[in-house]
């Protein structure tokens, strides 16, 4: 990929990545409940999701996904139902514990683990993500390069794009939390990822392919 069409890539990406979304709450919201290693563990399964979702439109996954409406409305209310089930449970879950123990809570690598593969569904059941990175991927794609050197780099891309403003994220959320007290930031942040991951499960529902 020639230097100036990969940075173009970067901008643009870089761009989607900035407006919040499912992941990005995920990850705000472990970071500051369980601490970084949380954060660490939800980035994997994010990212995890995200490469066989690249993997998936560099093999045409995505395009045969549009071509199937059946296939396309059985992922989207799978995807739709898993959020709005991770948005009642926080809205009507458990009140939320001490910070020390919810970090405690999550020390043990089977913790990490449940992270890790909770922020891997919420990312692989969205079916918009692959159609979008189904219709945008192959635009930056040259013919006169290996293009599974093409869809390599564009991953890696995508990864560092991820993890930096995931990070800013986490850490804005977290100077704020010092002002405004970690238990009232918490119990904040909970209520509100809840009702957006209602909010974001129902909107899915109404989702088109294209």
Same mark, same amino acid.
């Given at each position: 990929?020639?230097?100036?069409? &990969?940075? *173009?890539?970067?901008? !643009?990406?870089?761009?989607?990545?900035?407006?919040?979304?499912?992941?990005?709450?995920?990850? =705000?919201?472990?970071?500051?409940?369980?601490?970084?290693?949380?954060?660490?563990?939800?980035?994997?399964?994010?990212?995890?999701?995200? /490469?066989?979702?690249?993997?998936?439109?560099?093999?045409?996954?995505?395009? /045969?996904?549009?071509?199937?409406?059946?296939?396309?409305?059985?992922?989207?209310?799978?995807?739709?139902?898993?959020?709005?089930?991770?948005? =009642?449970? %926080?809205?009507?879950?458990? #009140?939320?514990?001490?910070?020390?123990?919810?970090?405690?809570?999550?020390? $043990?690598?089977?913790?990490? &683990?449940?992270?890790?593969?909770?922020?891997?569904?919420?990312?692989?059941?969205?079916? #918009? $993500?692959m159609?979008?990175?189904? !219709?945008?991927?192959?635009?930056?794609? %040259?013919?006169?390069r290996?293009?599974?050197? %093409?869809? =390599?780099?564009?991953?890696?891309?995508?990864?560092?794009?991820?993890i930096?403003?995931? !990070? =800013?994220?986490?850490? *804005?959320?977290f100077?704020? $939390?010092?002002?405004?007290?970690?238990?009232y &930031?918490?119990? /904040?942040?909970?209520? @509100? $990822?809840?009702? @957006?991951?209602?909010?974001?499960? /129902?909107?899915?529902?109404?989702?088109? !392919?294209?």
């Amino acid at each position: 990929m020639a230097l100036h069409l &990969w940075f *173009t890539f970067f901008l !643009a990406y870089l761009a989607t990545t900035m407006t919040p979304g499912p992941n990005v709450l995920l990850v =705000v919201r472990n970071a500051l409940r369980h601490g970084p290693a949380a954060m660490g563990a939800t980035l994997v399964g994010n990212l995890t999701a995200q /490469l066989l979702v690249v993997t998936g439109v560099a093999f045409g996954v995505g395009a /045969l996904l549009v071509a199937m409406p059946s296939a396309f409305l059985a992922l989207k209310i799978i995807g739709a139902g898993y959020l709005i089930y991770l948005g =009642v449970r %926080q809205l009507f879950g458990r #009140k939320v514990a001490n910070n020390a123990a919810e970090v405690a809570a999550t020390s $043990s690598p089977l913790a990490k &683990w449940r992270i890790a593969a909770e922020a891997f569904l919420v990312s692989i059941s969205n079916p #918009k $993500s692959m159609i979008f990175l189904c !219709a945008f991927l192959p635009q930056f794609l %040259q013919a006169d390069r290996s293009v599974p050197v %093409q869809f =390599v780099v564009m991953y890696l891309t995508i990864a560092a794009v991820v993890i930096s403003v995931h !990070a =800013v994220y986490c850490y *804005t959320a977290f100077r704020f $939390s010092k002002r405004l007290g970690a238990a009232y &930031w918490v119990a /904040l942040i909970k209520r @509100l $990822s809840g009702a @957006l991951f209602i909010g974001l499960g /129902l909107r899915l529902l109404t989702a088109r !392919a294209l």
